[in-house]
């Protein structure tokens, strides 16, 4: 007989730093925003708090983005934040986030064709990269349009050092 492994619902005896992300998540719906870095050793239940913010933010009506890098995988540079983004991009409606991202639309299909024609890029890659980090710029900006943004990059400890 093979046994499942059984997650409880509930968080148990992590009262206080449930706590205190849920007190930054309070503060961001005021419009003080912030960044939480969330650390510790594997296993000790950093993704089971990341999952009750989750939970806690969507009942809260927040934007949710999340990513993460894999030690399995291959990582690509800004990896967590093209999944991150990419994820959004399935819930979103295509032609009216390119109408509210306007040029920035064309810059960002370099990495998400659902955006349109990719804009051509020039000589400079340091100008083209700096076109590509505002672009992503404006759209983490057009997620919190409405309401507060909880964008959760995990295992960063993975991330692609460049």
Known sequence: MALARVLCP???GRESEVSSLEDALLAALRGDGGVVILGGEAGMGKTRLVSELIARAQRLHCAVMSGACSEAELSLPYLPFLEAIGNRLTTENTEELKARLGPAADELAQLFPQLGRASATGADATQAKLRMFEAILLLLRDAARDRA????????QWADPG
Not at 149 to 156: A, P, Q
């Open 10 to 12: 509930t968080t148990i």
């Open 149 to 156: 943004l909880l964008l959760v990059l995990e295992d960063l």
